[in-house]
């Protein structure tokens, strides 16, 4: 499902782009310390309805934006969209962005990658904790409001720090024996980072993460693409 024929010149420009997030990630230590206050899998689901709505309000940003109304996002739909936004990064890594976040290479970008990209955008581009007068400026509440409790939880199940998801973490940290009428079933927590580890490596990065992390949230459709 996920597998679609990409150059070589593409691979490795992905390849850099999984490499950056990741580092991302492992910065965002110190700009989230949110992730400190979750506890369980039961603290993460009650984000859940919050986060729906959300979501909820980026699918009208995202019609407002098919202006064919085609069900899908162009680069040029996607760059006036990201200018509303303030959210900028230069027009190679968009480009890069774009191909990377359209999994299924229909060479348009679908509801569900959209708030991937657009989170990957938002992530890549906010500024380090020092600017923080331009970090007060950049994009609507909405964005923030939605991608950065994502991110927590993210932060929450990468226990190591390194910025990817291990198996073994994950199931641990879901089974948090500190919490026992919190813990998930052993089966449910092996299904959790399945639907999350695409290449079936043990280790997850942000990308993969989000995608599966929409569908448990209960995303309209997220869960039908992630099973298609």
Same mark, same amino acid.
């Given at each position: 499902?996920?597998?679609?024929?990409?150059?070589?010149?593409? @691979?490795?420009?992905?390849? *850099?782009?999984?490499?950056?997030?990741?580092?991302?990630?492992?910065?965002? #230590?110190? @700009?989230?310390?949110?992730?400190?206050?979750?506890?369980?899998?039961?603290?993460?689901?009650?984000?859940?309805?919050?986060? !729906?709505?959300?979501? #909820?309000?980026? !699918?009208?940003?995202?019609?407002?934006?098919?202006?064919? !109304? @085609?069900?899908?996002?162009?680069?040029?739909?996607?760059?006036?969209?990201?200018?509303?936004?303030?959210?900028?990064?230069?027009?190679?890594?968009?480009?890069?962005?774009?191909?990377?976040?359209?999994?299924?290479?229909?060479?348009?970008?679908?509801?569900?990658?959209?708030?991937?990209?657009?989170?990957?955008?938002?992530?890549?581009?906010?500024?380090?904790?020092?600017?923080?007068?331009?970090? !007060?400026?950049?994009?609507?509440?909405?964005?923030?409001?939605?991608?950065?409790?994502?991110?927590?939880?993210?932060?929450?199940?990468?226990?190591?720090?390194?910025?990817?998801?291990?198996?073994?973490?994950?199931?641990?940290?879901?089974?948090? *024996?500190?919490?026992?009428?919190?813990?998930?079933?052993?089966?449910?927590?092996?299904? #959790?980072?399945?639907?999350?580890?695409?290449?079936?490596?043990?280790?997850?990065?942000?990308?993969?993460?989000?995608?599966?992390?929409?569908?448990?949230?209960?995303?309209?459709?997220?869960?039908?693409?992630?099973?298609?």
């Amino acid at each position: 499902m996920f597998c679609c024929c990409v150059s070589s010149e593409n @691979n490795k420009k992905y390849a *850099e782009l999984d490499s950056k997030l990741e580092r991302k990630m492992v910065e965002s #230590r110190r @700009n989230y310390p949110g992730h400190r206050s979750l506890k369980s899998m039961d603290s993460i689901i009650m984000k859940f309805p919050t986060l !729906r709505e959300g979501l #909820r309000n980026i !699918r009208n940003v995202f019609e407002s934006y098919d202006k064919d !109304r @085609n069900g899908t996002i162009d680069m040029e739909e996607l760059k006036k969209c990201l200018e509303e936004l303030k959210l900028s990064l230069s027009e190679e890594e968009v480009k890069g962005l774009y191909g990377w976040c359209d999994v299924d290479g229909s060479k348009g970008i679908q509801f569900n990658e959209f708030v991937v990209l657009l989170c990957l955008i938002y992530l890549l581009a906010k500024p380090s904790p020092k600017s923080s007068a331009e970090s !007060r400026e950049m994009g609507p509440k909405l964005v923030e409001s939605i991608f950065d409790p994502i991110a927590e939880v993210f932060l929450f199940l990468d226990k190591d720090g390194k910025g990817k998801l291990n198996k073994a973490d994950v199931i641990k940290t879901l089974n948090n *024996e500190d919490y026992p009428f919190e813990r998930s079933p052993s089966h449910v927590t092996n299904m #959790r980072f399945e639907e999350m580890d695409w290449g079936r490596k043990g280790k997850v990065g942000f990308r993969e993460f989000l995608f599966a992390f929409m569908s448990w949230v209960g995303l309209d459709d997220a869960e039908d693409y992630m099973s298609s």
